[in-house]
């Protein structure tokens, strides 16, 4: 089944030859195509150019697209989109004057949402996280990586990657799983985090390995959770079952976690809120994608990854909404890339580059996702009639999607 997409107004993020990602001064371009048409058949797109140079308009499916903008579907490269239950509760206690910190210290934040998981059957799990992934779907995101994380016992743990599983076998939208049982220690590991890291390791890591249920390896590197050796031995392990890292580190504080990630060549390092002068020269010439989690800035009123120290330092940088109850409870990636450009400076192309190509790369699909190229996945957005491209994170938290393709599906 073919679709063609004529006038329209102009096309973003279009590329001839596949790029891996783009970094320091190239996030300023975005490869643009006015006046264009795009044609797709079935979850593929085929063709694209000016409208001058359509030969034909044959097709199934014929959509006018006069006055719209079409880009590529967001890739949104950190979440943990399955959780049970919320934590509104706590969102109202920091309004009242306790600190996240705090928050968790008295047995809420992760520990919180562990315990609803632990005591919500799979069925049901699955039932409140496909409802998180539709919305995600319909902002426009068509591809998410999900960590586990709020489980904290094999079983628990093991239950959150099978949802992850089912809802990438039920859904269009591409998922990639990450085993983050390293999120923090559950209560009876109070005094013993050798045990629970032991515990990761030894018993659940084989098999989250063995059945295929995560490419990522995650850790929360960060004072008070999991140290740098921690990090390093968690590393270390999965990378003997091939698992690739991708790492929470220097959330609230720098303490090495950005140099254990390159050392162990980490897909990602992400939320870089506090980052040292020796954080981004580490990052220079290495494979390892910094990742910026503005929504989580903008909730827990913490600084933001400066953005323009690194990418004028010649990195890249990759955006993603970091959805969760604690810190983000938002997988709206509009609003990250309006964020972006209101509070971390960057422009609309850097924060567009940073959405798309870029956040592929940050999930291993750069060669099926994150731009308008033939070959890869006919993954896109029309927006309603806007006068610019511009205006989409300028008009900030506004709805300007008409329609969403994942996987040539309309959502
Ligand atoms: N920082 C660690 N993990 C999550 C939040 C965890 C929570 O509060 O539930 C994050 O990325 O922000
Ligand atoms: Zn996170």
Same mark, same amino acid.
């Given at each position: 089944?073919?679709?063609?997409?004529?006038?329209?107004?102009?096309?973003?993020?279009?590329?001839?030859?596949? $790029? %891996?990602?783009?970094?320091?001064?190239?996030?300023?371009?975005?490869? #643009?195509?006015?006046? &264009?048409?795009? +044609?797709?058949?079935?979850?593929?797109?085929?063709?694209?150019?000016?409208?001058?140079?359509?030969?034909?308009?044959?097709?199934?499916?014929?959509?006018?697209?006069?006055?719209?903008?079409?880009?590529?579907?967001?890739?949104?490269?950190?979440?943990?989109?399955?959780?049970?239950?919320?934590?509104?509760?706590?969102?109202?206690?920091?309004?009242?004057?306790?600190?996240?910190?705090?928050?968790?210290?008295?047995?809420?934040?992760?520990?919180?949402?562990?315990?609803?998981?632990?005591?919500?059957?799979?069925?049901?799990?699955?039932?409140?996280?496909?409802?998180?992934?539709?919305?995600?779907?319909?902002?426009?995101?068509?591809?998410?990586?999900?960590?586990?994380?709020?489980?904290?016992?094999?079983?628990?743990?093991?239950?959150?990657?099978?949802?992850? $599983? %089912?809802?990438?076998?039920?859904?269009?939208?591409?998922?990639?799983? #990450?085993?983050?049982? &390293?999120?923090? +220690?559950?209560?009876?590991?109070?005094?013993?985090?050798?045990?629970?890291?032991?515990?990761?390791?030894?018993?659940?890591?084989?098999?989250?390995?063995?059945?295929?249920?995560?490419?990522?390896?995650?850790?929360?590197?960060?004072?008070?959770?999991?140290?740098?050796?921690?990090?390093?031995?968690?590393?270390?392990?999965?990378?003997?079952?091939?698992?690739?890292?991708?790492?929470?580190?220097?959330?609230?504080?720098?303490?090495?976690?950005?140099?254990?990630?390159?050392?162990?060549?980490?897909?990602?390092?992400?939320?870089?809120?506090?980052?040292?002068?020796?954080?981004?020269?580490?990052?220079?010439?290495?494979?390892?994608?910094?990742?910026?989690?503005?929504?989580?800035?903008?909730?827990?009123?913490?600084?933001?990854?400066?953005?323009?120290?690194?990418?004028?330092?010649?990195?890249?940088?990759?955006?993603?909404?970091?959805?969760?109850?604690?810190?983000?409870?938002?997988?709206?990636?509009?609003?990250?890339?309006?964020?972006?450009?209101?509070?971390?400076?960057?422009?609309?192309?850097?924060?567009?580059?940073?959405?798309?190509?870029?956040?592929?790369?940050?999930?291993?699909?750069?060669?099926?996702?994150?731009?308008?190229?033939?070959?890869?996945?006919?993954?896109?957005?029309?927006?309603?009639?806007?006068?610019?491209?511009?205006?989409?994170?300028?008009?900030?938290?506004?709805?300007?999607?008409?329609?969403?393709?994942?996987?040539?599906?309309?959502?």
């Amino acid at each position: 089944m073919t679709t063609l997409i004529i006038n329209i107004k102009e096309l973003l993020q279009v590329e001839n030859t596949p $790029k %891996k990602m783009v970094a320091g001064k190239d996030m300023k371009v975005l490869p #643009t195509i006015k006046n &264009a048409f795009l +044609l797709i058949n079935d979850d593929c797109i085929i063709d694209f150019g000016q409208m001058k140079d359509l030969s034909e308009i044959t097709s199934d499916e014929l959509i006018d697209a006069t006055g719209k903008i079409v880009l590529p579907t967001w890739c949104d490269s950190h979440t943990h989109i399955v959780y049970a239950g919320n934590r509104e509760q706590e969102f109202v206690d920091r309004i009242n004057g306790l600190t996240y910190e705090e928050i968790a210290n008295n047995g809420g934040g992760i520990l919180n949402s562990a315990k609803k998981l632990q005591n919500t059957s799979e069925e049901e799990l699955y039932k409140q996280s496909a409802k998180r992934v539709e919305e995600v779907m319909k902002l426009g995101t068509g591809a998410v990586e999900i960590k586990s994380g709020y489980g904290l016992t094999k079983e628990a743990e093991l239950k959150m990657l099978r949802v992850i $599983k %089912k809802l990438n076998e039920v859904y269009p939208i591409t998922i990639k799983a #990450t085993f983050l049982g &390293a999120h923090a +220690l559950p209560l009876e590991y109070k005094n013993n985090k050798v045990g629970y890291l032991n515990e990761v390791i030894h018993e659940i890591l084989p098999i989250v390995a063995q059945e295929h249920l995560a490419e990522f390896i995650d850790i929360f590197c960060e004072t008070g959770y999991f140290s740098v050796e921690d990090t390093e031995k968690l590393l270390q392990a999965a990378a003997n079952y091939g698992l690739k890292p991708k790492i929470h580190v220097n959330q609230f504080t720098a303490i090495g976690g950005v140099q254990a990630g390159i050392k162990f060549n980490a897909l990602s390092v992400d939320h870089l809120e506090e980052m040292r002068i020796e954080d981004i020269e580490a990052l220079k010439n290495s494979n390892t994608m910094p990742i910026a989690l503005p929504s989580c800035s903008y909730f827990l009123s913490i600084p933001y990854t400066p953005a323009r120290k690194m990418i004028d330092a010649g990195l890249p940088l990759a955006l993603a909404t970091d959805y969760n109850p604690g810190s983000t409870p938002s997988g709206n990636m509009n609003f990250v890339v309006s964020t972006a450009c209101i509070k971390m400076k960057m422009t609309p192309e850097e924060a567009i580059n940073a959405a798309t190509i870029n956040a592929a790369y940050a999930m291993g699909l750069e060669k099926t996702h994150g731009s308008i190229c033939k070959g890869k996945k006919a993954n896109f957005i029309i927006t309603k009639e806007i006068p610019s491209y511009y205006f989409l994170p300028y008009s900030f938290g506004n709805n300007h999607i008409e329609k969403v393709y994942i996987n040539g599906k309309l959502i």
